[in-house]
């Protein structure tokens, strides 16, 4: 049957108390020691009994240096949250100075808050606001430029397309008319006669037609 688990308390019993402390501390000293030699780390341990007593370990330099180094690097780390912490506190204000004025110009630009901006405060946004606006319709017209090449594009492609069909409809009609005999139905009638070649040719055309009016629609659009 296993141990049970010990509860994590305060032992009452003297000589129990003084006998757990001294396992758990070979223990102690034993993993510690291991560590040092798997990992190759530097430890320092400092252990004082109930009663006042040291215990100390240290891996093979000596208990000073290793606390020497403890102090430098503690004192590094001060300095640097100080520093932090110092840094943090002069640019805080400035930062929500900053964040401040954005939102007063953001309110400015929707026309908010301003009562007491004077003639050249006035001219001054104005000369902002169209400057911005040069910059969005430039923007825009660009858009719509390569909305419209990309249109002729699509047309020119969907020509190609329309006049390929064609070409091949009228060569078609030419080997039917060789090979259509006396008495016969023509072949020719019957191909023209097809929904499925028919439609697409017409289909084609009316997406030609299309794509042809928003060109010039986009065409006119652009101020």
């Not at 305060?10 to 501390?25: A, P, Y």
């Not at 400015?108 to 969005?136: I, S, Y």
């Not at 492609?157 to 069909?165: D, F, G, K, M, V």
């Not at 009228?170 to 028919?198: A, D």
């Amino acid at each position: 049957m296993g141990r049970g688990r010990v509860e994590m308390k305060r032992i009452e019993n003297k000589i129990s108390r003084q006998v757990t402390f001294s396992k758990r501390r070979s223990g102690l000293l034993k993993k510690t020691n291991e560590i040092s030699v798997l990992c190759d780390a530097e430890v320092a341990l400092i252990v004082f009994s109930s009663n006042g007593k040291l215990f100390e370990y240290s891996t093979q330099s000596s208990m000073e240096n290793i606390l020497e180094r403890y102090e430098s690097y503690s004192y590094a780390e001060r300095n640097l949250n100080t520093t932090y912490k110092e840094n943090w506190t002069l640019e805080y204000p400035k930062l929500m100075a900053r964040v401040e004025l954005l939102q007063r110009n953001i309110r400015h630009f929707m026309g908010e808050d301003l009562d007491a901006f004077n003639l050249r405060e006035f001219q001054g946004l104005e000369q902002q606001l169209d400057t911005a606006l040069k910059r969005v319709r430039s923007r825009k017209n660009q858009l719509m430029h390569e909305s419209i090449s990309q249109l002729q594009k699509k047309e020119k492609e969907l020509q190609e397309r329309n006049n390929l069909i064609s070409k091949k409809l009228k060569e078609n009609e030419k080997k039917q008319i060789v090979q259509t005999n006396p008495g016969q139905r023509s072949t020719m009638t019957f191909l023209l006669q097809t929904p499925s070649v028919t439609n697409l040719a017409i289909g084609l055309s009316e997406v030609l037609l299309k794509q042809r009016m928003k060109v010039k629609i986009a065409m006119v659009t652009i101020p």
